[in-house]
């Protein structure tokens, strides 16, 4: 099970996060911190899987950007990398600039693609629908 989804910049700074099982506002700084740390702080060279504390986490580079996963020690960790992956498609498919002026439409993507922390949908033109639907409402 997915228990969370960060996106963090080089510097560390969380640029979105998604929780998928409760946790209280006041340690979620210090979780995403330390999460973000150990990503951070590993070399290219090194598998991108990385056992932390009672859950696993899953992480991809692109440019300046970090897409960290926790989940649970039952969930495949392969299938998740290459839901990082299917996500940055999507988004890069959707988005032609700058996503972070766009978060709300970021979250409705993972919404589209994690519900209650499962997989539920990975075919980008499904994942997209909802959004395209949204743009021909605001065109109009």
Request: proline residues 1%; glycine residues 2%; neutral net charge.
């Amino acid at each position: 099970m997915i228990k969370f989804v960060l996106m963090v910049n080089r510097q560390g700074q969380t640029r979105l996060s998604r929780y998928y099982q409760p946790v209280e506002l006041s340690r979620r700084a210090a979780l995403e911190a330390d999460v973000v740390r150990c990503c951070l702080s590993r070399k290219k060279e090194q598998c991108s899987f990385v056992e932390y504390k009672d859950f696993k986490l899953v992480y991809r580079q692109y440019a300046a950007l970090y897409i960290v996963v926790g989940v649970s020690d039952s969930e495949n960790e392969l299938s998740i990398y290459e839901l990082v992956h299917n996500f940055v498609e999507v988004l890069d498919k959707y988005f032609s600039r700058v996503i972070m002026f766009n978060l709300d439409r970021v979250h409705i993507i993972l919404d589209e693609m994690i519900q209650n922390g499962h997989i539920v949908e990975t075919n980008k033109s499904r994942i997209l629908a909802p959004l395209t639907a949204l743009d021909k409402m605001t065109d109009c």
